[in-house]
């Protein structure tokens, strides 16, 4: 039910205009959405800009953001738009849950180094080594000794075990999980301070599907059955965490607020705050004024409205603003077992006739960004020379006409053999933005001489009728993190089963996936990665429209903050003490 | 009024005649006949094509209606733009269509260019409030004809037979009058997930089906009362059958008070498809429909021009068909005057 | 009278069976999977195994026939035993729990405000009849029982409630009116019962206007037409020949009296203010019933949209029997029992 308090997630609200899933799931893998800035590789601000008004750039800390030296103490509020269903990631598949707990009270074996844009490689956590064996399918992890869960019992081989357990337990909640770990063939510990995992192929992203498991005590969950394993009356980690991380969980007023404090026994760097406190607002309106008269440290997603129009003198001169480009983009499929889409030039046609520099610049504030990859649109696996197609309706028109779609009756409608090139487009429902360039696409489309239809279907139906074929166009969006294996979108074999709802074939593209999958030579595989982005750009069997900004606000009296694709590291936040005296 | 019912055609020009003696009246009746032209003249009042068009040597009639392949890429912009000094055009009084997206202006204030403001994907508000009145009108004589239909149907049978078949229809009847209308509707258009002008249709049938009770009761009771009326058992007495008996007999008398229903059901109809489109169900965005204009607003507070518009257009429509159906009443039995 | 209020009260078990049957069917037919909907990540490619969904699928009894799932819903139903919501395994009790005070506190002031206004303007334009403020009045009442609600209420976010065009600015933001909600989204819980008082009834004076104005019509157009037929009666007549004064007439013999059809509208009266409570809910960001129904049919949460369906549908059948009952109770030469059920 929390429905209607999810969707209005500012989070999520950012996610309905542009897909409108109101039903507000998040997305659960490596790249959690992150608040962050202007990316390098096109920061429009010279790198070290000290202006109070830039955004801020992945990857890189602002100047005004590092001055001085980090000193502890101090509490931060972040204004976060919803109360998460359980702060337990692994039976709610929700956004908010897992920002608020992962890497701050639990971790996991590994995770992504959050610093390391656009990289973002996997580093040590839980574990702190780990060795890869010659045939890429066993991995054996050592765990750090000497740590400790939050009510002081010892962190051991059983804790992961009793994790995984649940994880791949069939009733259990954790399906989004599970799905993570198809790849997984078994795990062990062979003693306390070791477990192997072994896979049932080389799999180039196998430690990233660790990343997003939290680790949990053994001594809670061991002893629970599934069903009781999702229940918050039996299971007190639902509304209680107890991890190993650098934040303990403290209290939680259901819609009011949850607080972390510092763990003082943590086993790395302690963090610099006392208090981390996440305050529920659901209303951006009432966040924005919190956040003028001080009583937020962080509005975590700001509208874009509110971006647009943000022209209070306060905000403007005490917040950085942050604009992230995260790893999702939105798309539109063209299912090629209709007749018309079959044609790549009717395809490359479409493309041509998709006004994307109009609707991002005009109905969109001009706040997304434009893209043709299907990977993190800053990582190497993007050719980031390869523009994407130009609006170019004359072009779009001879190209149909040359693919011999005319219209040969005088309907006004461009036919072929007897097929007339008419479609409906399927939207997600109270995807508010997503019908309004839909559109403008009818129009502009109608023009060329080819008649569409809108239809808004529920979530529900929409996810089933993408796995069933049974839709002509439809438009979705795709987030994959840092680094993404897309077998299941772009392989022959995803058709039945998988995400290749639009039943893509390629042959080269079907070889260069399952080369690039055991391929664990980065740049090797990146450059297989290219190659597909080519054929895909020359196929066009999804048109790319854009990549949305994630927009945040951060109060300059935080300092040591950095945007990147996994959220925001409070681990290394400080509150400057000079802050109230200096303004 | 049994010696009326003898009597249609004078029963006919007396209601008629009570009628236009109200001017308010008389004024609704004018002005739902002004709306339904509307609704049939909408392409010459906003279209993107023009009515009349002499373009490069070629005489194009009703451009606007006919949708002829050779203008298929052009708009009246681009028309303009391209025309030379012997070409001439008769273009609309509102020169956008309603689904056309004029980018230079999106979010824009009433202005000359745009007489009521654009929407938040820079569509003419005029242009949409005036086509929107061919949904409003659609889905209001339709599903009023689908639920007269059912509950004429319904209610007939079931004061004629009586007996288990009555009881059965009644209680059938108790569980639709209590299902949560628009919870229904809701679930029912979700369902369909229509597109175009079938969600027009979808939309029809679904209020009608959900809104008949009123009628069926409604005409129940009237049945029941003429059923003892002397001239039915007359009938009856010369060996007429069921069908000939409820058909001739009955139901034109009963027909009165349904034709006041109807006109009321017709105003609750659009409001229902105002609301149902402003929550975002029914109506897809590639058509005009007033409810889902209004919808517009949610995220735009600023623009007053969405929200003052297309909802005046609702209010009207529906203060016109209320007062016809006051005046109806009023004219058909004199005595509810109060 | 209790026998016949017995027998309405048994009709509704089949009634109350019929009307949930229905709308489980609906939501069935509809065929939307609610398993793909919850775990299937709208923005995630990564497909979740068949196995998994299949298990899940058990869990929630969607792999039975259509039957022994309703049965089991309905069994939950009529032992109270509501279950858990399927999004977030939050009991249902609690959802409903959270939402129906709301919507309730909604409705209950509503209708008595409805009634505070029309019974005093019903008297006054019958007592004043072929006035001109009578015919001003029954002309503007008219105009308002056509004014679409949303539209009203989408009005009043734009005018009053954005602070962009009326503006209060003694008001900490200049909006005259908060834009959503039922009471301040922050420090609420800090407030002491006063100021929680004045805080709710600010935050719903627009909610509660675009819910009752539609009432006024009706209700005070009742009250008018019952004031004027007691008038012309003959106790009102000997009354007035007695040589009271007007003021006492109406007021002594004439309301009393006349109240009688208004009264019982109070039944028919509260199934109509839960049902439009769905778009002001929607409109003003109200989580009452309305919008956790609306929320619960998307999704689509079986066992939540059967207990507001049925809930829903209870209070309308109660409402209508209580309007029975009362119309009996005041005037005694209705005979219910050849009513019928």
Redo the contacts between chains.
Sequence with gaps: MSFGARASSLWVLALVAAVGCTHGKAHVDKGQPSPGTVPAAVAVVPAGATAADSDWVAGSLPAVAQQGKPVSGGEMIVGMRTDPPSLNSAVDNDQVAVWMTHHRVYQSLVRLDPFDEPNYRVVPELAERWEISDDKKTYTFHLRQGVKWHDGSPFSARDVIATYDKVMDPTTRAVHLRSLLDELASYSAPDDHTVVFKWKRPYFLALDSLVDISIQPAQVIAGLTGTQYNEAATNPLNRHPVGTGPFKFVAWESSQKIVLARNDDYWGQKPYLDRLVFRIQTDPTVMLQLAERGEIDMVDLVTSEQWVHMDSPVLRSKWNRSKLYPAIYAWIGWNETRPYFADKRVRRALTLLIDRPGIIGKMMYGLPKPTNCHFYWASAACDQSMQPLPYDPVAAQRLLDEAGWKDSNGDGVRDKAGVELKFVFMLPVAGVETARWAAKLKEDFAHAGIEMQLQSVEWAAFSKRLTEHSFDACTLLWGGGPRDEPTQIWHSSGIKGGSNVISYRNAEVDKLLEDARSMFDDDARNAMYRRIGAILQDEQPYTFMYVRPELSLLSKRIKGARASLIWWQFESMWVDPSWNTTK | MSDVANLPETYLRMVSREYMRHRLHRLSLHAIMSLALLALVADFVACDRPILLSFRGTLYLLPNLV???AL????NQRLADEMNPSDWAVFPPVPW?Y???D??A?LAPPSAQHWLGTD????DVLARVVHGSRVSLAVGVLSVAVLVSIGMFIGSIAAYFGGVLDLLLM??L??V????????L???L??I????WHSVVAMMVVIGLVRWTDVARLVRGEILRIRTMPYVEAARALGAGHARILLRHILPNALAPVLVAATFAM?SAI?LE??LS???FGI???MASW?GM?N?????????WL??FP??A??FT??VY??AG?GLRDAIDPRLR? | MLSYALRRVLWMVPTLFGITLMCFLLLRMAGNDPILAQFQNPMHHQQISQEAIAQMRRLYDLDKPWYVQYGRLVTRLVTLDLGTCWQNGRPIAQVIGEALPITLLLSLVSMLLAYCVSIPLGVYSAVRQHSVSDRVLTVALFVLYSLPGFWLGTMFIVFLASGKFVVCPWLPDGACFPLQGWHAFEGFERMNAGAKFRDVTWHLVLPVVTLTYPAFAALSRYMRGGMLETLRQDFVRTARAKGLSERTVIFGHALRNSLIPIVTLIGLELPELISGSVIVESIFGVRGMGLVALEAIRMPDYPLVITIVAFAALMTMLGVLLSDLLYAWVDPRIKLAQEGP
């Design positions: 949708d002829p392949p298929r890429a052009y708009d269509g689904n056309s997206h980018l230079e999106v938040s994907g820079g569509r209680r059938f108790e569980i009058h209590a299902v949560p209308t628009i919870l229904v809701v679930t029912m979700a369902l997930m229509p597109t175009g105003a409001l105002g609301a402003f929550l975002g897809p965005e590639d409810g209004l517009d607003v949610r995220g735009h507070t600023g623009a007053w929200a003052v909802g005046a609702i209010f529906v203060t209320n007062l006051e109060a």
